[in-house]
Structures are given as structure tokens and as C-alpha cells.
């Protein structure tokens, strides 16, 4: 499975978008890029994911690059219940199993 | 419709013992993830059930065991229980074992093992 590169910590200004990076330059055809973020002490929550285009939910907007080799989550509006441990994985086709990194500790600051 | 739940919640036994830990997934998923998360080496997946059968295993040694039931309820088990399991342990559900669907974490069982 591809590995990815998070930034260790990022601040963000309360009501600003937050754009969080992520490297998985070694991702092939058949792997999805994930995002989870975890607030202390909780298990993990699902945020968004995509194969090639882009995508938006209620949550977030994920954006992959042409060639796939990185992205950014994008948090348009960050509150601070949105500081948090978040996670970026490159998971395989039909093989349900993550591997998080150390993910990026987003402070999000009044 | 409810969460991922996962019981207890909180657990304390000894070295040498055992001890089992359950997880309840989000009704109509039928698979099911551990992970065992530790300040030193983060998150790192334990094996995953579906359908009753083990599909995927991590590099955890065999005093790590589990199990899922008909109803996709799972249990796993750790024997002989060593300082290091102290951990926060994870249960995921899946609708399926495909990665087009997302994993839904339940709350989690605090470990600790004096």
C-alpha cells in the first residue's frame, strides 16, 4: 500500500478555510485516498474519499491532483470542534485495511 | 440508526490474564475491523472480519485473536495479557469489505494492564 506524508501540525483561524496537504507520490491506479480525523480519546471519524475526481460532501471538499500523486483537504468554514488528528490514507481496492500514519494536528485558534 | 458500540468501555486486568472485548457494528454492516492505537505506535490495524471469516490479519502476534458471529457481531481476545496491550482498542464497521465503503469507528475499550 502507498504511504503518505502528512505535515505534523497546521494552525487555522476560526471561520477560515483549512487546507490540509497530503504526498502519496507511490499511489497506484486502484487505491483510494481516505480521510479520517480523530478528536482526543474518540475513535476515528470518517470525513471523505475519492478515486480520481474531486469530491464534497456536507463535511469537506477533498481535491487530487491530475496525477494523483497528492491532495488537500479542504474545511471550508473551521470551527474549533474541528481540532483534531487528521488522517490521511491510501487504501487499496478491495482490501479493507487502513494504515494511519501520524496524521496532522490541525489547532484551530479563536 | 445507531453507532458503532463497543464494550466496556473501560478495563483494567493484570498481567498473565485474559481478556475479551466486543463490538456490536452498525446494523446492515457486515464487516468488521480491530485496531489497537498506542501513544508510541499510533494506529495499527489487527485483522478484519467478514462474513464470519477472517479476510485480512496485521502483524500482531497470535495472543491476539478474534472472531465474528452470524449476526456480524465480533468479539477479540487477547491471552496472556503483557504490559505493552495497554492501549486504546478499536472496532470499525463496514457496509462491506470493499474499500468503496467507508469504515465507521466505534468508541473504543481503554486497556490498561498493571
Known amino acids: 500500500d502507498a504511504k503518505t506524508t502528512q505535515p505534523p501540525s497546521m494552525d487555522c483561524a476560526e471561520g477560515r478555510a483549512a487546507n490540509l496537504p497530503c504526498n502519496h507520490s507511490?499511489?497506484?491506479?486502484?487505491?483510494?485516498v481516505y480521510w479520517y480525523r480523530q478528536i482526543h480519546s474518540q475513535g476515528p471519524q470518517y470525513i471523505i474519499h475519492g478515486l480520481k475526481n474531486n469530491e464534497t460532501n456536507e463535511m469537506a471538499s477533498l481535491i487530487i491532483t491530475e496525477d494523483r500523486k497528492s491532495s488537500t483537504l479542504i474545511l471550508p468554514h473551521a470551527t474549533l470542534r474541528d481540532t483534531a488528528v487528521y488522517y490521511c490514507?491510501?487504501?487499496?481496492?478491495?482490501?479493507?485495511?487502513?494504515?494511519f500514519g501520524s496524521g496532522t494536528k490541525l489547532n484551530v485558534k479563536p | 440508526k445507531a453507532g458503532v458500540t463497543q464494550t466496556p468501555r473501560y478495563l483494567i486486568k493484570t498481567r498473565g490474564q485474559q481478556v475479551t472485548l466486543s463490538c456490536s457494528p452498525i446494523?446492515?454492516?457486515?464487516?468488521v475491523s480491530w485496531y489497537q492505537q498506542t501513544p508510541g505506535q499510533g494506529l495499527q490495524f489487527l485483522f478484519e472480519?467478514?462474513?464470519?471469516?477472517?479476510?485480512n490479519k496485521g502483524n500482531f502476534p497470535g495472543r491476539f485473536s478474534g472472531r465474528q458471529f452470524s449476526n456480524s457481531r465480533s468479539e477479540m481476545n487477547v491471552s496472556t495479557l503483557e504490559l505493552g496491550d495497554s492501549a486504546l482498542y478499536l472496532c470499525a464497521s463496514s457496509y462491506a469489505w470493499d474499500s468503496l465503503y467507508e469504515q465507521y469507528f466505534g468508541p473504543g475499550t481503554r486497556l490498561t494492564v498493571t
Open positions: 507511490t499511489i497506484s491506479g486502484n487505491e483510494y
Open positions: 472480519y467478514f462474513s464470519e471469516t477472517q479476510r
Open positions: 490514507i491510501v487504501l487499496r481496492n478491495n482490501f479493507n485495511k487502513f494504515y
Open positions: 446494523s446492515g454492516h457486515r464487516s
